[in-house]
């Protein structure tokens, strides 16, 4: 005989299913729909603002904070990415999510890592607001040149990358390589 769950419990492990990375909607903007504008500062002091930016370049904006492991994991591979698709026009954001009182150990980490892409301080939150409301990391919204959304993913895990520069491929314009074939 089987156990069955009481109805009243029901709507509380739906939640929990939820918060554990269930079956959900991606956060933020949808595929298809226009990325909104925003200015924040990159590591070095300069102002990004999104706008100057969309049309000319594909852009990735990866969500991501000190704290996490698999940004951590990932950071690598999009610094790969970033190498390989450069010239094809490609630009990578890394959108900070750490707070002022962390501020330091993402520059610090910037500095010995040697990262190849831009990283964005989203101190306020703005940004996080805009693509990334439930502050998932890491996070990815691929922007194409015309300011569409193309592509969002949510988490990491070993492998995801293969997916990721498919996707970029296929917004440059670009053949799929042997291996994506």
Same mark, same amino acid.
């Not at 419990?9 to 554990?20: D, G, R």
């Not at 370049?57 to 996490?68: G, I, Q, Y």
């Given at each position: 005989?089987?156990?069955?769950?009481?109805?009243?419990?029901?709507?509380?492990?739906?939640?929990?299913?939820?918060?554990?990375?269930?079956?959900?909607?991606?956060? *933020?903007?949808?595929?298809? =729909?226009?990325?909104?504008?925003?200015?924040?500062?990159?590591? #070095?002091?300069?102002?990004?603002?999104?706008?100057?930016? !969309?049309?000319? &370049?594909?852009?990735?904006?990866?969500? +991501?904070?000190?704290?996490?492991?698999?940004?951590?994991?990932?950071?690598?591979?999009?610094?790969?990415?970033?190498? =390989?698709?450069?010239?094809? %026009?490609?630009?990578?954001? #890394?959108?900070?999510? /750490?707070?002022?009182? &962390?501020?330091?150990? $993402?520059? =610090?980490? $910037?500095?010995?890592? /040697?990262?190849?892409?831009?990283?964005?301080?989203?101190? /306020? &939150?703005?940004?996080?607001?805009?693509?990334?409301?439930?502050?998932? #990391?890491?996070?990815? !919204?691929?922007?194409?040149? =015309? *300011?569409?959304?193309? +592509?969002?993913?949510? %988490?990491?895990?070993?492998?995801?990358?293969?997916?990721?520069?498919?996707?970029?491929?296929?917004?440059?314009?670009?053949?799929?390589?042997? &291996?994506?074939?």
């Amino acid at each position: 005989m089987r156990a069955r769950t009481p109805r009243s419990l029901v709507p509380l492990i739906a939640a929990w299913l939820l918060s554990c990375g269930g079956p959900q909607a991606a956060p *933020g903007p949808r595929g298809g =729909s226009s990325v909104p504008d925003f200015a924040v500062d990159d590591t #070095a002091g300069n102002e990004f603002r999104m706008a100057e930016h !969309v049309g000319n &370049s594909v852009l990735l904006l990866n969500f +991501w904070a000190t704290s996490c492991e698999p940004c951590r994991l990932e950071m690598p591979h999009l610094h790969r990415l970033q190498q =390989s698709y450069r010239d094809n %026009g490609l630009r990578i954001l #890394a959108v900070s999510m /750490d707070g002022p009182e &962390s501020m330091a150990e $993402v520059r =610090s980490r $910037v500095s010995r890592y /040697d990262f190849s892409f831009t990283v964005l301080l989203d101190v /306020d &939150s703005e940004v996080t607001r805009l693509y990334n409301p439930r502050r998932a #990391a890491p996070f990815n !919204v691929l922007v194409d040149r =015309s *300011g569409t959304i193309a +592509w969002t993913h949510e %988490g990491y895990s070993a492998g995801d990358e293969v997916e990721l520069e498919r996707r970029i491929r296929d917004a440059l314009g670009l053949e799929a390589t042997p &291996s994506q074939s």
